[in-house]
């Protein structure tokens, strides 16, 4: 299970990196009314596929993890409250958040308003799971040790 989590911990990096880099590409697009090119499409495909894989083995954590117990004495732990529910439920909302970025934007036939639609939807999922790993209290360049 160790690296199934070094593996889950270690995605999240990528996925932040590529979720700055799509924002960064929306904004300035939205911005200086770019086109909505064919790197923009790519990097939106791309963040979309790598965080369903990071849900993915999310889900297949959740359900191995000794850290999600459902209890109610889970509710009155907060580490264990945390991983049983409010890490989940962050993320599946970013996660949402970013799907419906990438396909609502690709019905848009304004460039203008697809670039802004990446920006927003992102640029909020991108807060969300900063909030969720600072609410994880492992900081935000840990890895996790053997369980």
């Known amino acids: 299970m160790y690296h199934l989590l070094l593996t889950h911990s270690t995605l999240r990096y990528f ?19 770019k086109p909505y090119g064919r790197m923009d ?13 990071q ?16 209890s109610g004495a ?6 264990l409250r945390y991983w049983t529910t409010e890490h989940i439920v962050m993320m599946l909302i970013s996660i949402t958040f970013i799907t419906l970025a990438r396909i609502t934007s690709k019905k848009m036939t ?6 802004k639609r990446m920006f927003i939807f992102n640029l909020i ?4 799971i900063l909030m969720a790993i600072a609410m994880s209290h ?6 996790p040790t053997a369980i």
């Open 15 to 33: 996925v932040l990196v590529l979720l700055i880099l799509v924002i960064a590409m929306a904004y300035m697009g939205w911005q200086g009314k």
């Open 41 to 53: 499409g790519i990097a939106g495909m791309l963040l979309f596929s790598l965080t369903h894989t």
């Open 55 to 70: 849900l993915l083995v999310g889900l297949i954590l959740y359900f191995v993890s000794p850290h999600v117990q459902f």
């Open 74 to 79: 889970a509710m009155k732990d907060a580490n």
């Open 110 to 115: 304004d460039d203008t308003a697809r670039h």
């Open 125 to 128: 999922a991108l807060i969300i």
């Open 138 to 143: 492992r900081g935000f360049f840990s890895l």
